[in-house]
Nanobody
Framework: QVRVVESGGGSVQAGGSLRLSCAAT????????MGWYRQGPRNQRVLIAT???????NYGDSVRGRFEVSRDVAKNTVNLQMNSLKVEDSGAYYC??????????????????WGQGTQVSVSA
């Protein structure tokens, strides 16, 4: 079983900062990519930032230059530092663990897992 748990959401005024954290726990070998998505108006999940085990971070256009994603591969955690927050950054933020490798019998199987989400509210 694999669990992905977010923390750190809350309310802040525009221009302020928040830090989100996410941890993946359970029986797995490795995680390829961890990152953050926000629930959009049509319930789609919009890319905020992702970071692979090796390689640069990837940011959505709306947050590039304001948000920073970081990851501790050994601890299976990912953080999102959100600065210069805008009202339009408000919403439910979800952590995703992609390419989670689990050893089952003689094989390695890959799945993606989502957290339950954490709410961010930015007021004017």
């Amino acid at each position: 079983q694999v669990r992905v748990v977010e923390s750190g959401g809350g309310s802040v005024q525009a221009g302020g900062s928040l830090r989100l954290s996410c941890a993946a726990t359970g029986d797995f070998v490795s995680i390829t990519t961890m990152g953050w998505y926000r629930q959009g108006p049509r319930n789609q999940r919009v890319l905020i930032a992702t970071i692979a085990t090796s390689g640069p971070a990837n940011y959505g256009d709306s947050v590039r230059g304001r948000f920073e994603v970081s990851r501790d591969v050994a601890k299976n955690t990912v953080n999102l530092q959100m600065n210069s927050l805008k009202v339009e950054d408000s919403g439910a933020y979800y952590c995703k663990a992609e390419g989670v490798a689990r050893a089952i019998l003689d094989g390695i199987f890959y799945d993606d897992y989502w957290g339950q989400g954490t709410q961010v509210s930015v007021s004017a």
